[in-house]
């Protein structure tokens, strides 16, 4: 990145600079993943994950600068509090982390984009580990 276009984008959310359909692209190819793999499948309960790949489509939205229509229709993300019933251990990340690798790459974003998103998935994905 050229130092003129690292001035333009300082002030830019992740979501400014790429929109809304990459985060729905991303999360739709990872939730095609987690449905191929039964041992992740089998931590979802509902049998159409379509309301967990709205879920977390409007949570990485939000996050990274979008519309706040997460937290209006599900209150503060509580991630962990969200999780902890599910057994979430060193394994599971690791295949969550392969589905979402997957998906990410397939999006093709700017380097400095996917760097920033894969750092923050990678350390969302330890902070949910819990067995």
Known sequence: MSAANSEETAGESLYDRIGEKPFRRIVHGFYQGVASDPELRAMYPEQDLAPAEDRLAMFLIQY???PRIYSEQRGHPRLRMRHA???I???ARDRWLAHMRVAVDNENLAPADRDE???YLEHAADFMVNA
């Open 64 to 66: 990274w600068g979008g």
């Open 89 to 91: 251990d060193l394994a």
């Open 85 to 87: 019933s599910f057994h």
């Open 117 to 119: 998103l894969w750092n």
